[in-house]
């Protein structure tokens, strides 16, 4: 079945670089989804990439897609208090619905 | 636009009482999806409806949740009764098209019952 993995915490100092992991199983995943999640609120998206792509860039975001591995990051450049939040990836095959990963905890540090 | 909109952000209510949980969508989309938050459980998507009409609620965790949708710009999610276990974040997304566009999400319910 369809299964999406991340690492529940990670914590950086504010101005490095932050890099969030996800793997993913189903290989017919045809969007791959960043969401952010802020306290006490809904899931914003952030950027998605589409299967045929190996990256995306947007401002401060990339998002690296290895398809061979199933693998999905999202790194944060010059990351910033204002960046800790959840992160939750997520896959989307067509036709079917989205399969959201358990989220990774972002904490930033001063 | 506004985004999706949900009501009540919160509520605090006693075991046993009806719980109702509405949301509008994102005027012009034909998909709405009711999910739930937990820490121990994630994200559970619970039902989702297509131009109005329940597709798949496989997810909605027993007889006691119920959802309707009747008309394209307004939906429900009922608990009743409600149990302690049901205490989480419910949250609604929308998407123009189910399965192939981006799913956007409303600001959560946090329900409590007590």
């Known amino acids: 079945g369809e299964d999406v993995e991340q690492s529940l915490f990670l914590s950086v100092r504010e101005g490095d670089s932050s890099v969030i992991n996800c793997t993913y199983t189903d290989s017919s995943s045809t969007y791959l989804y960043w969401y952010k999640q802020e306290p006490g609120a809904g899931l914003q998206l952030l950027t998605y990439?589409?299967?045929?792509?190996d990256m995306k860039q947007d401002q401060r975001l990339t998002v690296l897609l290895n398809k061979k591995d199933k693998h999905l990051s999202l790194r944060i450049a010059d990351t910033q208090t204002g960046d800790s939040a959840i992160y939750f990836c997520a896959e989307l095959n067509y036709g079917q619905n989205f399969v959201f990963g358990p989220g990774t905890r972002l904490s930033v540090l001063p | 636009d506004a985004g999706v909109i949900q009501s009540p952000r919160h509520e605090v209510t006693e075991m046993g009482q009806e719980v109702t949980l509405r949301c509008k969508p994102i005027s012009g989309h034909n998909s709405l999806f009711w999910y739930r938050q937990t820490m121990m459980r994630g994200l559970e998507l619970l039902i989702y409806f297509n131009n109005n009409v329940p597709i798949d609620d496989s997810g909605m965790p027993e007889d006691r949740f119920s959802a309707k949708m009747p008309n394209a710009s307004f939906s429900t999610l009922k608990i009743q009764p409600s149990e302690p276990r049901d205490s989480a974040v419910y949250f609604c997304?929308?998407?123009?098209?189910?399965?192939?566009?981006?799913?956007?999400f409303g600001p959560g319910t946090r329900l409590l019952v007590l």
């Open positions: 990439i589409f299967s045929n792509m």
């Open positions: 997304a929308s998407s123009f098209r189910q399965g192939v566009e981006t799913q956007y």
